[in-house]
Nanobody
Framework: QLQLVESGGGLVQAGGSLRLSCVAS????????MGWFRQAPGKEREFVAT????????YYADSVKGRFAISRDNAKNSVYLQMNDLKAEDTAVYLC?????????????????WGQGTQVNVST
């Protein structure tokens, strides 16, 4: 099994920044891809960003391109999401996810492990 723990959420004003972290433990050898989704109340889980664990490949949702940056530290089994120029519509629970196989990168159903999530609230 693989466990994921997110941190770094909070309340920020529009235009501000936050940095989310996700640490993996357990069977980390299963990580093929690690990334972030988000879910706002009453909405479906939405892809944000992801990267391939052992390759320089990153993918972003159009809504966050140019504002968010995903990075990793393989030695720490961690992935980060730097979020800049935050907007009210970025308010959501942000969830870390791991895929153990190279499936479609932006579908939540293609990920095998999930964290509990960290809340991000952007005020206007």
């Amino acid at each position: 099994q693989l466990q994921l723990v997110e941190s770094g959420g909070g309340l920020v004003q529009a235009g501000g920044s936050l940095r989310l972290s996700c640490v993996a433990s357990g069977r980390t050898s299963e990580i093929w891809r690690m990334g972030w989704f988000r879910q706002a109340p009453g909405k479906e889980r939405e892809f944000v960003a992801t990267l391939n664990w052992n390759r320089d490949s990153q993918y972003y949702a159009d809504s966050v391109k140019g504002r968010f940056a995903i990075s990793r530290d393989n030695a720490k089994n961690s992935v980060y999401l730097q979020m800049n120029d935050l907007k009210a519509e970025d308010t959501a629970v942000y969830l870390c996810a791991v895929a153990s196989l190279p499936r479609v990168f932006n579908k939540a159903t293609e990920y095998d492990y999930w964290g509990q999530g960290t809340q991000v609230n952007v005020s206007t």
